[in-house]
């Protein structure tokens, strides 16, 4: 945050007399600010609805979708854009004046950076004009053209919408891979993949021989993964001459692109954009979703057709803003014009994404509730009038907590030109700005921080590490992260033995870096081989990967909530998972079974195909799967990989605290070991809403910690004690400050 203090810093909270309270100003403003996200669910059940899935307002969304489309069936000409035929659309996007320009450049050029406002073809069209040249054809070999995306979503959508432009289905001549799920085959050779999905193939496969070409998109993004992957894929084109490299923008970042990548040509995409109406608030907004939902209903009431795009921060504040206008427009009754309210966030199921882009009906207005993927990521036709309340939800990574948690904080002035910039594409537009034009200019970075310079390192720096990256000081990072970020990451290696004292990968640290997922549960499989039960814990690492099992309908809380209770294990969650499972593969993975039981399938479904996936990465690296139900075992396993989350209950009030450095966090009512008055107990994750709650949490014996977490923790000589440590026993082993420092000098071999 630029200036703490500032109006749009005080609109995420809850008023001004809030902000003169402040004594520590980030904390509160991070607390308030989850308060704010949760303000519209007073009941208090934060993590409740964090966990509830979205099955009620499926229903409700597919209700009017099937609606629609029987009115569509009704009149057909309203849907005037499906009757231009697809060669047709191609021909109409801005970059299809550039498609020579393009192709030549590729040919003359290593590296090449494209910049264009969103919607104007990068995405689907560049990989198609290399493909239909022919230009994967090196050495009699054909070879693939790679495009990332930052986000999965973006990865899955395009693929299907240019294999629907080629004629084919997904998994053929065009595919997809992200964490998990694999559309591709043999015929393949237009593929889209997440960011990370590329960075891991890295690691088998440093000189990026598979490809002939490589574009990684959305840029301006600054992922992390795309990130690392500037510096890996300038590497491998040096080591690998026939491969070209393409970075496309959607914001004038170019020259700093351009500029690393040994100054390569910039094309600008022309846009086609119309004129947009800036209208800024007068006064700060003290409630910016309520504001929004105002809004919305203004628009709809006062102003000429055109569809229209809210930006809010996540699913949760979409489902409440998609309720809230819901009810309104019913108790409005006949009194206005129909609307069509549609949500897009990241993880909306597959079948209600191509939704989005249909266009609305004659007659209706359709109302976009999208987070910020609606930015650049997807392009949605119609949209004629923007609201953006200027916040976003990132994940931000606090060294000294050591820490991830999501906040929402002010979007960049970037973001907001992006934001503002989707109601000019198929007319003039307007956009509302929930916020001053002193605060759009006195409280918004010009650009977005990379998410490098602000998220847990960790697994990037083990994945650099596994690839023979040792100096990380000199890997060439754009935009180097900073020193205490990158030395707490070392540190947590560390003590997972992931790297030795001189900061060297181990045997079992190259082990890990195997595993998709974070290093604490990499770990945590490794040693559930050495205990014989990676079976259990594959099912329940598979279970953790799903977002939600339970489900909890309003009406049936108290069935749903017995029901649950009947797979409590006394120990806690990560076991109530695993009988979850066995229940369910017992039934013969039965669908009645988890209706019966108040079990999401899909969530079933999924955590089948994944440990399915878990399987065969432990078959290719002959790592034995055995089983072993001793409770005492699985968590024994648990607790080699997340001993860091460790928090112990205070005999007094009752409150956990972290051992790490003492912040209170909470066992929410809905987890397993609720009520149970357990001493020590291993979290999985951290959620921060209107406190900090531990996300899956289990009981454990602290008396395992110094055997299996040797570098972290110490059985401690009781004359060397203070009282309070007597009482804990078990201390942690460094001082985190200073040993950090010492890890990090070691392993920068400064
Ligand atoms: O990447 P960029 O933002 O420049 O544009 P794009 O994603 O290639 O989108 C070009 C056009 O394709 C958009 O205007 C959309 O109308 C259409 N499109 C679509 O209909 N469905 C998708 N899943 C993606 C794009
Ligand atoms: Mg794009």
Redesign the pocket.
């Known amino acids: 945050l630029k200036n703490p203090e500032g109006s749009l810093s005080r609109a995420a909270m809850t008023g001004s007399k809030l902000a003169q309270q402040m004594k520590d100003e980030k904390n509160s403003l991070q607390k308030e600010q989850g308060r704010l996200l949760r303000k519209h669910d007073e009941s208090g059940a934060a993590l409740d609805a964090i966990l509830k899935k979205d099955k009620k307002r499926q229903e409700a969304t597919e209700d009017v979708i099937s609606q629609w489309r029987r009115k569509q069936k009704a009149n057909p000409k309203a849907n005037k854009?499906s009757k231009m035929s697809i060669p047709e659309?191609?021909k109409t996007?801005?970059?299809y004046s550039m498609r020579a320009e393009l192709v030549s450049a590729v040919r003359d050029n290593q590296f090449l950076v494209i910049v264009?406002?969103?919607?104007?073809?990068?995405?689907?069209?560049?990989v198609q004009y290399m493909y239909e040249e022919g230009i994967m054809l090196r050495d009699g070999q054909e070879k693939l053209i790679g495009c990332t995306q930052p986000r999965r979503v973006?990865a899955v959508?395009?693929a299907?919408?240019?294999a629907?432009e080629m004629g084919c289905k997904v998994g053929q001549k065009v595919g997809y891979t992200i964490r998990f799920e694999d559309m591709t085959s043999a015929d393949t050779k237009i593929k889209y993949m997440t960011d990370g999905i590329l960075q891991r193939e890295a690691l088998l496969d440093p000189a990026m021989l598979k490809y002939l070409l490589i574009m990684l998109?959305?840029a301006h993004e600054r992922t992390i993964a795309t990130d690392v992957l500037f510096t890996l894929l300038k590497d491998a084109a040096s080591k690998n001459p026939s491969l070209k490299v393409i970075v496309?923008s959607?914001t004038l970042d170019s020259e700093k692109f351009s500029h690393f990548f040994n100054d390569c040509p910039v094309i600008k995409?022309p846009g086609r954009t119309f004129p947009v109406k800036i209208d800024f608030s007068r006064e700060p907004e003290p409630d910016y979703l309520a504001a929004a939902l105002d809004c919305v209903m203004q628009i709809h009431v006062a102003e000429p057709d055109g569809d229209i795009l809210v930006f809010l921060t996540g699913q949760e504040e979409i489902e409440t803003g998609f309720d809230a206008l819901t009810n309104r427009m019913k108790k409005l009754g006949g009194a206005v014009p129909e609307l069509l309210i549609v949500p897009v966030y990241a993880a909306l199921p597959s079948e209600l994404?191509?939704k989005v882009?249909e266009p609305a009906p004659e007659g209706m207005r359709k109302v976009i509730l999208a987070t910020n993927i609606a930015e650049?990521?997807?392009?949605?036709?119609g949209v004629k009038y923007v609201v953006d309340p200027g916040f976003v939800k990132i994940n931000a990574y606090d060294p000294k907590l050591g820490m991830d948690s999501l906040v929402v904080s002010p979007i960049s002035q970037a973001q907001a030109n992006q934001r503002s910039g989707r109601a000019g594409?198929t007319g003039p537009g307007k956009c509302y700005r929930l916020y001053t034009e002193a605060a759009f200019h006195n409280e918004m970075l010009p650009n977005t921080i990379p998410e490098i310079q602000r998220q847990n390192l960790s697994a990037t720096i083990l994945m650099l590490k596994a690839m023979g990256i040792h100096d990380l000081m000199n890997f060439g990072f754009m935009d180097p992260p900073p020193p205490q970020t990158m030395a707490n990451a070392l540190h947590e290696l560390y003590t997972l033995d992931a790297l030795d004292d001189n900061g060297y990968l181990t045997g079992i640290g190259r082990k890990m870096a195997d595993f998709p997922m974070e290093p604490a549960l990499a770990k945590t499989v490794l040693a559930s081989v050495d205990h014989g039960c990676a079976s259990e814990i594959l099912t329940i690492v598979a279970m953790l990967s799903v977002q939600t099992v339970f489900y909890r309908p309003k009406e049936k809380q108290a069935a749903a909530d017995q029901r649950k209770q009947r797979f409590h294990s006394i120990h806690g969650d990560h076991l109530t998972y695993l009988n979850v499972y066995r229940a369910w593969e017992l039934s013969g993975r039965s669908s009645r079974w988890c209706k019966d039981n108040f079990i999401y399938e899909r969530s079933m479904k999924r955590a089948y195909d994944v440990r399915g996936q878990l399987m065969a990465i432990m078959a290719r690296f002959k790592l034995s799967v055995l089983s072993n139900d001793n409770n005492n075992t699985i968590r024994r396993a648990f607790c080699s990989g997340f001993f860091r989350n460790l928090a112990r209950r205070d005999p007094q009030d009752g409150v956990y605290n972290t051992l790490f450095d003492q912040t209170p966090v909470h066992l929410h009512p809905s987890l397993a070991l609720f009520g149970k008055s357990v001493e020590y107990v291993i979290y999985h994750t951290l959620l921060l809403t209107t406190k900090e709650y531990m996300h899956c949490s289990t009981a454990i014996d602290p008396r395992w910690l110094p055997e299996l977490a040797p570098k972290f923790f110490r059985k401690s000589d009781p004359a060397n004690l203070s009282d309070r440590q007597k009482r804990e026993k078990i201390v942690p082993l460094f001082n985190k400050y200073a040993e950090n420092q010492d890890a990090w000098r070691l392993s920068a071999q400064v």
């Open positions: 854009l659309t191609r996007l801005p970059i264009g406002e969103t919607g104007s073809g990068k995405t689907t069209q560049i973006a959508s395009v299907a919408r240019v629907e998109d959305e496309t959607a995409i994404q191509a882009f650049t990521s997807i392009t949605i036709d594409r």
